[in-house]
């Protein structure tokens, strides 16, 4: 049984580029959420993906969006990016109609902007 | 917005002894969730609580919820090298998936 899968694992761009992380959700999960977990912090919310449309947004410029597929896989893009954008982007699953059920997490994008 | 606060934000101890991480809320809660993180890890679910003045025990890690439910903590007894990492609390947004996650507490072990 699957876990959360993500990819790349790392990733090294350039201010003003553009970036394109993935996730595939747990087996059986089809609500996918995604955070940015800086150094020393804990997990911010972006946004959560539920029957392919962004459900929920957290305080992120629109800068950040994404994407899921009919298979629930999930795509985070970020344009633009700053220097701050530095960090690591966690996926979480978990499935729907299940109010508070525990986020299954990916090992995460270590993203450098430069 | 939900606020969730943790202390403290780093915890030495040498194995064996005890320790102890504190969650508060700015709001209410209707539950509380703890995660582990393993250095270079991702956040492992550990439990959640639910009911007010909860309490849950998972060997040697006490898990408690506060009357009010507005804050919750985490006792580790007798700590081993496997208990290192950074623990986390968070809050339920609107429902599953958006959660408010505190800034955790870094346990280092000495052996």
């Known amino acids: 049984d699957a876990g959360v899968t993500q990819s790349p694992t790392h990733l090294i761009k350039t201010r003003g580029q553009q970036v394109t992380l993935r996730c595939s959700p747990k087996s059986g999960h089809d609500t996918v959420s995604w955070y940015q977990q800086a150094l020393g912090q804990g997990p911010q919310f972006i946004f959560q993906?539920?029957?392919?449309?962004?459900?929920q947004r957290g305080n992120f410029p629109d800068r950040f969006s994404g994407h899921q597929f009919p298979n629930y896989s999930s795509e985070l893009n970020v344009n633009a990016l700053l220097l701050g954008d530095s960090a690591l982007y966690l996926c979480?699953?978990?499935?729907?109609?299940?109010?508070?059920?525990?986020?299954?997490f990916g090992n995460g994008t270590r993203l450098t902007v430069t | 917005g939900q606020q969730v606060m943790q202390i403290p934000q780093y915890q030495h101890v040498q194995e064996g002894e005890d320790f102890t991480t504190y969650c508060n809320s700015s709001?209410?809660?209707?539950?509380i969730q703890w995660y582990k993180q393993r250095p270079g890890g991702h956040p492992v679910f550990l439990i959640q609580l639910v009911k007010s003045g909860e309490v849950k025990k998972q060997k040697r890690l006490t898990f408690q919820f506060g009357e009010a439910k507005k804050n919750s903590s985490l006792h580790i007894t007798a700590t081993q090298t496997t208990d290192v990492g950074t623990y986390f609390c968070a809050g339920p947004g609107t429902n599953a998936g958006k959660s408010t996650f505190g800034d955790g507490t870094t346990l280092t072990v000495k052996p």
């Open positions: 979480a699953s978990n499935p729907a109609g299940t109010l508070n059920s525990p986020l299954h």
């Open positions: 709001t209410t809660l209707s539950n």
């Open positions: 993906y539920y029957e392919e449309e962004e459900r």
